[in-house]
């Protein structure tokens, strides 16, 4: 093609024409304009625009609904109750010196008698295709010894941490040949943090374990609306009664405050306690073994969209609301076009080959 400029549609009363330096500026008309205004002129375009609308509200409800059910199953997971197996033995080195009671032979032999204890354990019946590993159940672990026979080394602590992989369980060597009782603190690690509440706090709610901030909160929440404590005139506002009043110490309280007001009732929840013999016989892991079961508390994967089936036809209606919004897009694109065409043609075009004509010039400028 020939490199002559453009130039433009002219009518019979010509009407005066947009600055070749200024970009046309077509204002998008919002609804209610675009419904009073070409209603006349296409009676059809009130049913399209309400199809735009109704697709538009479809496609926001969707998307939010979809956010609130992956933000659901994200932060609160279903709660399944699973019993924790938890062994404990230990075994014996050189403990030969234990029978013998000359004292000259028992120093010799006694230099090298040492034991093991170990703590493992797993969950039963695990329907997890990748078992998780025994420390992942626990924040922390205190092991106590005899003072008297381990001075200075009577206390063994563990605390969960994040740069450290989980292990299948924990091992204690010392050496000794006196058996002992043993003392084993086992912390939950417990999701979200439970604690322990005053009995004041358990009586009102029928609370026979821990609990967790979160659940303790909602309790109280409840309890308030039942009661029809909350203020007639500022809702914010908790009238408390007198069971309220004696365990919060408050005449009123808002909301907000509720977690602040907790904090008095709540303590650390008790570890899991194993009160262990050490035995240093010839067959010390037979004698001294023993096995605990604990029930605790694991997330368990929601039913919904969890088989593979499903998850293929989320993704198939997905990418046709996809589409089909795209095509909407289109076509509302094109509706505009053509209604400002329809205003006034000339004009239109005008603005149209001036933009052009202020690109190429930016374009193939040197």
């Known amino acids: 093609r020939g490199r002559s400029m453009p130039t433009s549609v002219t009518a019979t009363t010509p009407k005066p024409r947009v600055q070749p330096n200024v970009r ?5 008309p919002n609804g209610a304009e675009k419904r009073g205004r070409d209603e006349p002129l296409f009676p059809e375009s009130k049913l399209y625009t309400d199809l735009v609308n109704a697709e538009r509200a479809l496609d926001v409800a969707l998307v939010k609904r979809k956010m609130e059910i992956q933000e659901a199953l994200r932060m609160r ?70 003072p008297d026979l381990y001075p200075g080394q009577d206390v063994i602590e563990w605390h969960k941490r994040t740069d450290v992989p989980d292990a299948d369980g924990f091992e204690i060597k010392r050496k000794g040949s006196e058996e002992t009782n043993i003392r084993i603190f086992l912390h939950l690690d417990h999701n979200p943090s439970q604690f322990k509440v005053t009995p004041a706090l358990a009586q009102l709610f029928n609370l026979n374990g821990h609990e967790s901030r979160s659940r303790l909160v909602m309790l109280v929440w409840q309890y308030v609306k039942a009661n029809k404590l909350q203020d007639p005139e500022d809702r914010k506002t908790i009238n408390n009664n007198a069971i309220l009043k004696q365990i919060f110490d408050c005449d009123k309280m808002e909301f907000g405050d509720i977690p602040q007001l907790l904090n008095p009732h709540l303590s650390p929840a008790d570890p899991f306690i194993i009160d262990y013999k050490l035995k240093l016989s010839a067959d010390s892991r037979k004698d001294s073994e023993v096995t605990f079961t604990v029930p605790i508390s694991i997330d368990e994967p929601s039913n919904l969209g969890a088989t593979p089936e499903a998850l293929r036809e989320i993704d198939v209606y997905q990418d046709q609301i996809t589409q089909l919004s795209e095509q909407v897009s289109r076509h509302k694109r094109r509706r505009e076009f053509f209604l400002e065409f329809s205003k006034s043609p000339v004009e239109f075009i005008n603005n149209i080959i001036d933009a052009q004509i202020r690109d190429y010039k930016v374009t193939f400028s040197t």
Do not use: C, H
């Open 77 to 146: 997971p279903q709660k399944a109750t699973a019993m924790l197996a938890i062994t404990a033995y230990n075994t014996a080195t050189n403990q030969e010196g234990v029978y013998n009671t000359d004292p000259f032979f028992s120093y010799d032999v006694e230099e090298g008698a040492s034991w093991e204890l170990r703590i493992e354990g797993k969950l039963l019946n695990d329907p997890s295709p990748k078992p998780k590993k025994f420390s992942s159940f626990f924040s922390k672990i205190f092991v106590q010894l005899d």
């Open 24 to 28: 046309p500026n077509i204002k998008q």
